[in-house]
C-alpha cells in the first residue's frame, strides 16, 4: 500500500507530500488491467484544500474526497487522494506498457501512451467483454521487492514542471497556474511540452550541463 495523506498544514507541506506520493508512484507501482503491465511516465497533481491549497483546477469531484480510488471523468482518469474534506486527483497522462518485449536501454517500454483520453482508450480496450464471466484486474500493484523481476528500471530523474491545458484567466492572480504539480520521467521519451521540462530540470538539477539535459532530452531544448 502506498500512503496518500497529505500534510495540510501549509502549500510547503503540501508540495512536500505531492512530490513524496509520486516518487513512490514512479518508482514502486505498476499498473495491472488484466494480463497487461505499465508504468506511470506523466502524472498530475491536483488537490483543493480551503483556505490553504485552493487549486481552482481541481475538479473538487465528490469522487475525490475519496482515497485510492479509480475516478473516470470526461478528461481521463484520476487515482484519488482526498481525505473527507479536501479533494485530490492525480490524472494520468502517460504510461509505458512493460514487458520482455521491451528493449533495456528503452526501460523495458514496448509502447507508449500519451494523453489523458489515450491513456483512458488503451486501459478501457484491455478489460474482458462485457458478457465474459472473469473478473477484471485493474490495480497499482508494489513491486519495491522486486523491481527488476518487474521490469522496472529506476528513473534517473524525477522532474516536476507545469502542467498542461490549463486556463490561466481562471485565476487574476497566478497562484496554481505556474503550479509544478506534474511529475514526469524518462525525459528520452515522446513527452509533451519538453521545452518547459527541459527548464525545469535545469532548475531542479543544476549541476547538470545544458547538454546533459538535452542529451536526457533525446534532442536540442536549451
Known amino acids: 500500500m502506498i500512503n496518500l495523506d497529505i500534510n495540510c498544514e501549509s502549500k510547503k507541506t503540501i508540495d ?7 516518487k513512490k508512484l514512479f518508482k514502486d507501482f505498476k499498473l495491472q488491467v488484466n494480463q497487461s503491465f505499465y508504468r506511470l511516465i506523466d502524472i498530475e497533481f491536483y488537490y483543493y484544500a480551503e483556505d490553504v491549497h485552493e487549486d481552482i483546477y481541481a475538479h473538487q469531484h465528490q469522487a475525490q ?7 473516470f471523468h470526461a478528461s481521463g482518469i484520476d487515482i484519488t487522494f482526498g481525505n473527507g474534506k479536501n479533494f485530490g486527483g492525480i490524472l494520468i497522462r502517460a504510461l509505458g506498457k512493460v514487458s520482455n518485449k521491451g528493449q533495456q536501454s528503452k526501460f523495458f517500454i514496448e509502447k507508449e501512451i500519451h494523453g489523458p483520453l489515450n491513456v483512458k482508450t488503451e486501459i478501457c480496450s484491455n478489460l474482458n467483454g462485457v458478457f465474459d464471466d472473469e473478473p477484471n484486474m485493474f490495480r497499482l500493484i508494489d513491486i519495491s521487492q522486486d523491481k527488476q523481476g518487474a521490469l522496472m528500471v529506476e528513473p534517473q530523474y524525477i522532474i516536476n514542471t507545469r502542467r ?8 487574476t ?6 503550479k509544478k504539480h506534474r511529475y514526469v520521467i524518462f525525459p528520452s521519451l515522446k513527452l509533451k511540452n519538453k521545452t518547459q521540462i527541459a527548464l525545469d530540470m535545469k532548475v531542479k538539477y543544476p549541476a547538470l550541463e545544458e547538454a546533459e539535459i538535452n542529451k536526457a532530452l533525446g534532442s536540442k531544448f536549451l
Open 16 to 22: 512536500q507530500s505531492i512530490d513524496t506520493i509520486a
Open 65 to 71: 474526497l475519496e482515497s485510492g480510488k479509480w475516478y
Open 164 to 171: 498542461i491545458g490549463l486556463n490561466p484567466d481562471k485565476e
Open 173 to 178: 492572480i497566478d497562484l496554481f497556474f505556474s
